[in-house]
């Protein structure tokens, strides 16, 4: 059991997370949907077991529900305000389920790695550029999932999490299916193997890779009936009426618009590069780091599971090779790999915890530390979508402009 002054310790860290994460929401909000999120609710299943219309269905059920009509720009708003309210509250809960969980030794790493994940959630979710994205729900989904993991009963329910989350995007399946995947693996490789975890582990991994193929292969099939329908709402959901037009054509009418996403992947590409400069010291870290890991594993199997371990963000490869929303992506690849450490510092793994040992022993003798970090995080977020962030947005667009135009 923790002691009070322990407890008191932890709950002040936890209030302090809140207050970052309403500054950060009351600094990012501004009270919009962009078409794209609009767009989606039009999405449902009552047009057939098509892709990305989980939420919409959700949508309709309780417009079906409450006496008001919304299927109307200004109530879609509002809900979203309220949903994404909600899902904060539900990341502080995680934050509140980890921190009780850790040991005192390991506490300011866990508190580090948390504070970097809210910073980033908050900011990104409640900035307009991905506010009220879908992406929201497949980061809950998996978290929920890690969250059950941890706590160790019933864990087949984080294979029905990694199916809803699937149900609301089939892109889940390279985002954040890898949290719950890799934790998947990482019980089973551990100690004996544990037939149950390889079943799980299975059994989402086939079920998430079927939907994905049904959704992307097979679900259009009478796009051109449902469309005048499906397009009426998305204008009366969407502000002004202009809805996101490329999302309905690719969804509804299976067109594929690819194409037209050529013109981003110049800035994509020196936005990364511009990332991994201003960067390097961290990625070096990283690197070093999660090299760490593998090479003090013993045996083909424990090398083999912290390899997926490190490796468990390469799932958003295809992403970042066919798509251009790279701000979306890294994103996904930070949240997995500061919700991953934390998992592993929780279930109290030899091998992570012998890696940082000796950083977090070289770190604290240096108290700025945790302030400079952060301020890092701080001047990264929020993630946008087809750009990174903000910063370096402007930064690669001034530089292009004045410096490789010529290319």
Wanted: charged residues 15%.
């Amino acid at each position: 059991m923790i002691d009070k002054i322990k407890a008191d310790k932890r709950y002040g860290f936890l209030l302090s997370l809140s207050f970052v994460s309403i500054a950060l929401f009351c600094g990012n909000y501004n009270g919009t949907l962009r078409s794209y999120n609009s767009t989606m609710l039009a999405l449902s299943y009552k047009y057939g077991f098509t892709s990305r219309s989980l939420l919409g269905t959700i949508y309709h059920v309780i417009n079906r529900l409450l006496p008001i009509n919304m299927i109307d720009y200004r109530v879609a708003v509002v809900f979203a305000t309220i949903v994404t309210a909600l899902f904060f509250l539900y990341v502080l809960h995680f934050c509140k389920v980890c921190v009780f969980r850790c040991d005192e030794k390991y506490l300011p790493v866990v508190e580090v790695l948390l504070s970097a994940f809210v910073i980033c959630t908050v900011s990104t979710f409640s900035f307009c550029h991905n506010f009220f994205r879908v992406d929201l729900f497949m980061m809950w989904m998996s978290c929920i999932g890690v969250e059950i993991l941890l706590k160790g009963k019933q864990p087949w329910l984080a294979v029905v999490c990694a199916l809803i989350g699937i149900l609301f995007h089939q892109g889940y399946i390279f985002m954040y299916f890898n949290m719950i995947l890799v934790f998947f693996i990482y019980r089973w490789l551990s100690g004996k193997r544990n037939k149950k975890y390889f079943f799980l582990t299975a059994i989402s991994f086939v079920s998430c890779t079927v939907l994905l193929f049904w959704f992307e292969l097979f679900s259009r099939t009478n796009g051109l009936e449902i469309f005048p329908a499906i397009e009426a709402e998305a204008k009366a959901l969407s502000f002004n009426g202009v809805y996101h037009t490329t999302l309905l054509y690719h969804e509804v009418l299976g067109i594929d618009l690819s194409a037209s996403e050529r013109g981003f992947v110049r800035g994509n590409l020196l936005q990364s590069a511009l990332l991994f400069i201003l960067l390097f010291p961290l990625w070096k870290g990283f690197l070093q780091t999660c090299a760490s890991v593998v090479k003090r594993a013993s045996g083909f199997q424990e090398k083999f599971k912290y390899f997926i371990i490190v490796a468990g963000g390469l799932t958003m490869l295809p992403d970042y090779l066919l798509k251009v929303d790279y701000g979306r992506w890294y994103m996904a690849v930070f949240a997995y790999y500061l919700v991953i450490t934390v998992v592993m510092i929780l279930e109290k793994d030899p091998v992570f915890l012998d890696v940082i040992d000796p950083i977090q022993k070289k770190w604290s003798k240096k108290n700025s530390w945790i302030v400079v970090y952060l301020l890092l995080v701080v001047l990264f977020v929020p993630f946008m979508d087809v750009d990174i962030n903000p910063l370096l947005r402007d930064l690669a667009t001034w530089l292009d402009a004045n410096f490789l135009h010529f290319y």
